[in-house]
């Protein structure tokens, strides 16, 4: 076992803790349990309970695949070359 799988197997242990705050995202799935990055390539990891009051609702919750350092280097831009300079467009109001 490698050191990021042994950090990641302890991340998802520590997702099942009591009392554990949610961003609404991870919860339904859109934003990764780990780091809270958008999703755009998954996989399921576990299921957990939250109470709301009298109610339990069970979620289950997605993860970066294949790792979330994986998927933040991929979003990563290039750095752009040095012949040519980065331009970038000035910025136009909308409104009045």
């Not at 050191?3 to 934003?31: C, S, Y």
């Not at 009298?54 to 933040?72: D, I, K």
């Not at 750095?79 to 040519?84: A, E, I, Q, R, V």
């Amino acid at each position: 076992m490698t050191e990021d799988e042994r950090t990641e197997r302890e991340r998802i242990a520590e997702l099942r803790t009591p009392g554990r705050k949610w961003v609404f995202g991870q919860l339904q799935g859109w934003n990764c349990a780990l780091c809270a990055a958008r999703l755009y390539a998954d996989r399921p990891i576990c299921t957990v309970e939250v109470d709301y009051g009298s109610v339990t609702e069970t979620y289950r919750l997605y993860v970066c695949a294949p790792s979330c350092e994986t998927a933040r280097a991929a979003r990563r831009p290039a750095p752009p070359d040095g012949d040519h300079p980065l331009i970038r467009a000035p910025r136009r109001r909308t409104g009045a």
